[in-house]
């Protein structure tokens, strides 16, 4: 079964930038429209954005819609996210997967964002 490790999180400051990966360990990534999702303390999880198998055709949340871009590299089987002009809104777990979470979820990477 495909295992999905997030990584890249951290504590930045207003303002900043980060960028998460998410490594997929079977090729079916390169079949699969792919997405992040996040969940912050106390809130169900949301997806925040998603990308066809081609890497075109993305899509975002419009609280994420002109800061973050998503994009894929189908020859290393792994996803990212440039997350810029971070606010403590964006601060939660983030999480990749399938865009319907078909795939068991990885323990996901922390993002911080505060002052």
């Known amino acids: 079964q495909v295992q999905l490790v997030e990584s890249g999180g951290g504590l930045v400051q207003p303002g900043g930038s980060l960028r998460l990966s998410c490594a997929a360990s079977g090729s079916e990534f390169i079949f699969l429209r792919m997405a992040w999702y996040r969940q912050a303390p106390g809130k169900q999880r949301e997806l925040v954005a998603s990308i066809s198998n081609r890497g075109v055709i993305p899509n975002y949340a419009d609280s994420v819609k002109g800061r973050f871009t998503i994009s894929r590299d189908n020859a290393k089987f792994t996803l990212y996210l440039q997350m810029n002009n971070l606010n403590p809104e964006d601060t939660a777990v983030y999480y990749c997967?399938?865009?319907?979470?078909?795939?068991?979820w990885g323990q996901g990477t922390q993002v911080t964002v505060s002052s």
């Open positions: 997967n399938t865009d319907n979470g078909y795939w068991p």
